[in-house]
């Protein structure tokens, strides 16, 4: 598997350029800007981006989709409770292939109703749910609390080796794995739900 992740825009946003050697098909997840220097990337490993996925509809997440879609002809996916412009939907568990490798929907409600993270073998695209050390916001529109606890509970069932990959470089390192996370992150350090509910500014 090609696996790049690279650093675009004021925001600190993470794109993911995902290609399967055998096949040369790709997939880029959040294209956040610069469409161009993702296309470089992908040519400098020979590969057709087939897919454009979203972790979510925020601007700062979709905003090259228009053009990289113009450029290669991708199909744009999202959850299926994205209202943005998109061309195939996806719902929990649904599995996105790429060539041969085969990339698992979770849905995880909670920073947006249809945020989402992609599983591909151990590796975990976080969107804005899980940051490295920290979790998403809630207080946009659509965003709930008690949804994002329940998701991130959902993360921590997977084996601590996973290696998570967040949407934008807001931790003290790009990348990071469960295991670590649960001992780390703040977000996942509470004990009960009501604690975490309050500490997001939300109502119990
Ligand atoms: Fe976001």
Redesign the pocket.
């Known amino acids: 598997m090609i696996f790049v992740q690279m650093l675009i825009g004021k925001l600190m946003n993470f794109t993911y350029l995902i290609g399967d050697k055998d096949s040369g098909l790709a997939a880029v997840i959040d294209p956040a800007d610069d469409a161009d220097g993702i296309l470089k990337e992908a040519e400098k490993y020979n590969l057709k981006i087939i897919y454009i996925i979203n972790t ?1 509809a ?1 601007f ?2 979709i905003m090259a989709n228009g053009d990289l879609a113009s450029k290669t002809k991708a199909k744009i996916i999202m959850h299926e409770k994205s209202e943005a412009m998109k061309d195939l939907s996806v719902k929990d568990d649904d599995i996105i292939e790429i060539g041969k490798l085969k990339m698992r929907v979770i849905h995880t409600p909670g ?2 109703p249809e ?1 989402i993270c992609l599983l591909i073998d151990k590796k975990l695209l976080t ?2 749910t899980l940051f490295v050390g920290s979790c ?2 809630t207080d ?1 529109q659509g965003g709930d609390p008690k949804e994002l606890y329940n998701s991130l509970s959902k993360l921590m069932k997977l084996d601590d080796d996973v290696e998570i990959y967040p ?1 934008h470089d807001y931790g003290n390192k790009p990348c990071s794995t469960i295991g670590y996370e649960k001992g780390h992150n703040y977000a996942l350090s509470f004990r009960t739900k009501e604690g975490f509910i309050r500490f997001m500014g939300g109502s119990l």
């Open positions: 979510h925020h700062d997440h920073h947006t945020s969107g804005d998403g916001r946009l949407g």
